[in-house]
């Protein structure tokens, strides 16, 4: 069975940055989708960021200029997050699909307080 393992969650100051990643269990990024994906209390689940198959990027408007997705063609993909402010709290979550059928890792907090 694939899974997907995030990390790099934690707590940072408003400003500060971050970088999370997803481990897949096999080298799927180099032919799947990726996403990243996040939750804060009360609201529903929201794309962040994405790149589709032929490598399209896409940011949500919230994130643009401040986040960057990119992923390793192998097993890797990651969030590199910059000047990161006290609404970008959430559980953060990577997915992928993989034969029909969407691949969500267990999330990493990402807390942005001073």
């Known amino acids: 069975q694939v899974q997907l393992v995030e990390s790099g969650g934690g707590l940072v100051q408003p400003g500060g940055s971050l970088r999370l990643s997803c481990v897949a269990s096999?080298?799927?990024?180099?032919?799947?989708?990726v996403g990243w994906y996040r939750q804060a209390p009360g609201k529903e689940r929201e794309l962040v960021a994405s790149?589709?198959?032929?490598?399209?990027i896409n940011y949500a408007d919230s994130v643009k200029d401040r986040f960057t997705i990119s992923r390793d063609m192998k097993n890797a993909a990651y969030l590199r997050m910059n000047n990161l402010k006290p609404e970008d709290t959430a559980v953060y979550y990577c997915?992928?699909?993989?034969?029909?059928?969407?691949?969500w890792g267990q999330g990493t907090q990402v807390t942005v307080s001073s």
């Open positions: 096999i080298n799927i990024f180099s032919f799947a989708a």
């Open positions: 997915k992928t699909f993989y034969r029909s059928r969407d691949l």
């Open positions: 790149i589709a198959v032929g490598g399209i």
